[in-house]
């Protein structure tokens, strides 16, 4: 049933409702349960209505109704009642602020009478204060003066709200008159002992007064130092004029010495004058060095470009050093020891202030004319390079017999930066400006001289004995090392110069210089190898691959190059002093392996399925041999092969393994080899095919149209193959290769990953100077030699039963079937 909503609305309509409940005919069958609901509901409904009217007939005649009159008496009532509590309230407080008024009179009169009492006690103590005060400074007693000095001014402070007071304002002036003359009195104090007119203060009492000066006021302290400096500077001033001979530069040494023994008469008379705080010393000595770089300035201006550059310079140097000693005297540590605290290293981040109190305090004076000194050096630095051109390239002998392989650098090379290092100091302190700016193009200068008179005339022409090598890896290894050296003294410069020139400072093209020289040194080693390797790739060429009939141990020319590899390694690897120059010549000695390889199987194409057999038991051999390969260099038996290494070494021999694997299928069934090389090489060129067809020896064109139209069928039914394979996509096959003994270059890099050059390197951590010479155990080469002789056979006879019983499964027999 639906219920009926607005029923009790004034305009409520039963239509709506009736049409509801009677949508159509078909409902009229319910109209009799509509009508008992509705007669229920009304019977209902009287009934409620009925027993309403009964309670409320009931309500009328009992007590309880609601009598409106009486409610509005009561209400008056009861306001009545509050307005009478509100003036017995009123009364009341009125009647108990007079009973207590006198006590809060009495209560203000305590607080007033302890607060007369308190200020009265204070003044009391004031004045006894002040009359003490006056006693003992009439008697110049400091050392008891200083508390009651303290004292007064604490209570003076207090008294500062009650200067209206006539009394009070008085005493306040006597107090500061007071002050004003025990100032006098110190300092004639001081006039009279240092002019030994009075000896009879002590120096404790002294000592004492300083303090009081403090509590006086700071003003007081400066000028007690300030007169007590310009006294004792007197003597050096009036001697030392920059007019006359005494103050030229000439005598600057006599001036400095002067000033020594002028410190330790401080020492021994008037440092327990002062409290340590003031620093009396260090302010004398600021004083001296203001007056001096005045002086020198003036000296240096009037000569001009006159100026003596030997005289300078040794000028320059003095005060130099004088500056030293007095960053040392008072603790101050000097730019210099900062500078050189990472020993050889330039990259150090040295926490430390990098201009001392007393670094610059003279020497700036020399900064205009800092020019004049920045080409000195470039002299000095060429007659350094004058001494480097004769000095012997090799290492000490002592070293070689050692083999001391880390530090198999040019030793002129650490003398070079050296003396790099010794100007940075020097220039720093001294500036950092321009004159940096300009010594650092002179380091840029040099180094580049260094590198390409020093370096490059070092480096032979072609590697063709152990000398030879010898020479290589020296220029590698200093090439590193200045690389790697001067670019800390680059980002050192950057730290150090002010921030205008900071842009300036760029070392670019040395750098590149000597990364060339890394690149020429390692394409020197790998040409030498090239070269020697030639031997076992012509044997490999001369071999009758055609006539071989079974699979038999590794090929000769496999064992021959073998002992190239492995002989150049242990004589090349331990002389590097950086694994990731070994790293490098590894992955490219076996990429130029891997290339020659390739190179001689195009040359001795055909290639028969035994012959293929036989190259991959050869390239399995001449992998195990890579891997040994970074071992040559550190014989630490927790040495291990880097990952990446290994991951390089695969990837390279699998490229070629791919192709030998291609070669093993049989001619027949063709629908096999078809098969095969999309298994294998998985591309959809048609080109690099023919090249596969070349290399079985399938040069008829014929027959190549036959192997090419199954080539387009079984393509459809391959979706997952790519346009061009990047394993035979650089090969290129010429129908003369084999006959005129044609080749192709091992270095253009057939199967090569990345190019032969390399960069700058760029690793986490590079090798601090001082490290650069430190000791490394020698190679153990004859235990790696018995390892190999031990191990490696075992393996390649395995290896070789192995494809022995693979090679059957792709070869036929004259009937088509497989053995």
């Not at 309230?89 to 008024?101: C, P």
């Not at 020139?501 to 590149?512: A, L």
């Not at 044609?742 to 090569?752: A, H, K, R, V, Y």
Request: proline share 3%; glycine share 2%.
């Amino acid at each position: 049933m639906t219920t009926l909503e607005g029923i009790n609305s004034v305009d409520y309509d039963p239509l709506k409702d009736l049409q509801e409940l009677l949508p159509d005919p078909s409902t009229l069958e319910n109209l009799k349960g509509f009508m008992n609901y509705t007669n229920s509901y009304k019977l209902q409904v009287d009934a409620d209505i009925q027993r309403h009217h009964d309670e409320f007939e009931e309500y009328l005649e009992s007590d309880d109704r609601f009598d409106a009159t009486e409610a509005h008496g009561e209400l008056d009532k009861i306001i009545d009642e509050i307005n009478e509590n509100k003036k017995l309230g009123v009364n009341t407080q009125n009647v108990i602020t007079d009973m207590t008024s006198g006590i809060k009179k009495l209560d203000d009169a305590k607080k007033n009478l302890v607060l007369s009492m308190t200020v009265l006690k204070r003044l009391q103590m004031l004045l006894t204060a002040y009359e003490q005060l006056e006693e003992f400074a009439t008697r110049k007693r400091y050392t008891e003066s200083v508390q009651l000095l303290s004292a007064v001014g604490e209570l003076v402070d207090h008294f500062k709200s009650y200067k209206s007071i006539d009394s009070i304002a008085d005493l306040t002036r006597k107090v500061s008159k007071l002050k004003i003359q025990i100032t006098d009195q110190i300092f004639q104090d001081f006039e009279n002992t240092l002019n030994e007119k009075d000896n009879s203060i002590k120096t404790s009492e002294l000592k004492s007064s300083c303090e009081m000066l403090d509590l006086i006021g700071n003003d007081h302290h400066n000028r007690l130092i300030n007169w007590f400096c310009n006294q004792q500077l007197k003597e050096i001033k009036s001697i030392f004029i920059s007019s006359d001979e005494a103050g030229s530069l000439e005598n600057i040494s006599r001036r400095f010495l002067f000033f020594k023994k002028l410190l330790k008469i401080y020492e021994q008379n008037y440092q327990l004058f002062f409290p340590d705080s003031w620093k009396v010393e260090e302010q004398l000595t600021l004083r001296f060095c203001e007056h001096t770089k005045d002086s020198i300035k003036q000296v240096l201006a009037t000569s001009g470009k006159d100026t003596n550059v030997d005289l300078m310079l040794s000028s320059l140097q003095e005060t130099l050093e004088f500056e030293k000693f007095l960053n040392a005297k008072f603790k101050y540590r000097d730019t210099e020891e900062i500078l050189a605290s990472s020993t050889d290293n330039f990259n150090d981040k040295d926490d430390s202030p990098l201009k001392p109190k007393f670094s610059q305090s003279i020497s700036s004076a020399f900064e205009p004319f800092l020019g004049i000194w920045v080409d000195h050096q470039n002299t000095f630095l060429n007659n350094k390079f004058l001494e480097f051109l004769s000095s012997p390239k090799l290492p000490p002998k002592d070293d070689q017999d050692n083999n001391d392989h880390s530090a198999n650098v040019i030793p002129s090379s650490a003398d070079l930066f050296r003396a790099y290092r010794h100007l940075l100091t020097q220039c720093s302190t001294l500036s950092t400006g321009a004159p940096l700016r300009d010594l650092s193009k002179l380091f840029s200068k040099w180094s580049l001289e260094y590198s390409n008179k020093i370096m490059k005339p070092v480096l032979p022409n072609v590697a063709t004995n152990d000398e030879s090598i010898q020479y290589i890896t020296l220029v590698l290894n200093t090439a590193d090392y200045c690389s790697t050296t001067i670019s800390q003294l680059e980002e050192r410069l950057i730290l150090i110069i002010d921030e205008p020139f900071k842009s300036s400072i760029n070392f670019d093209q040395v750098k590149d210089s000597f990364i060339k020289l890394i690149n020429s040194s390692i394409n020197l080693l790998l040409n030498k190898i090239e070269i020697e390797s030639e031997f076992s790739w012509r044997e490999m060429a001369n071999t009758n691959w055609s006539h071989m009939e079974d699979v038999g141990d590794q090929s000769r020319y496999i064992t021959s190059l073998k002992d190239v590899l492995v002989s150049n390694g242990k004589l090349i690897l331990p002389a590097m002093v950086r694994d990731i120059y070994v790293r490098n010549l590894c992955d490219k000695i076996v990429e130029l392996t891997i290339n020659q390889f390739l190179t001689s199987i195009i040359k001795t194409k055909p290639i028969p399925v035994i012959a293929a057999e036989q190259m991959l038991l050869d390239l399995s051999v001449l992998k195990e041999t890579f891997l040994k390969l970074p071992k040559l260099s550190n014989d630490s038996p927790d040495y291990k092969i880097p990952v990446q290494y290994q991951k390089h070494v695969d990837k390279m021999v699998n490229r070629l393994e791919i192709i030998l694997k291609v070669l093993l299928t049989q001619e027949a069934p063709q629908e096999g080899l078809v098969s095969n090389y999309f298994f294998l090489i998985g591309d959809k060129s048609i080109t690099n095919f023919i090249k596969i067809l070349q290399l079985k020896g399938i040069n008829d064109k014929n027959r190549q149209l036959k192997f090419i139209d199954l080539f387009k069928i079984h393509i459809k039914a391959h979706d997952n193959l790519i346009e061009n394979s990047p394993i035979l996509s650089k090969i290129l096959i010429n129908e003369s290769d084999h006959s005129n003994g044609q080749t192709i270059p091992s270095s253009s890099g057939i199967l090569s990953s990345y190019s032969q050059k390399i960069t700058s390197p760029d690793i986490p951590s590079t090798p601090k100077f001082d490290n650069l010479f430190g000791k490394r155990p020698d190679i153990n080469l004859e235990k790696g030699l018995k390892e190999l002789a031990l191990n490696g056979e075992a393996g390649v006879s395995k290896f070789n039963e192995n494809f022995q019983k693979f090679g059957r499964f792709f070869r036929k027999d004259n009937n088509g079937n497989n053995e």
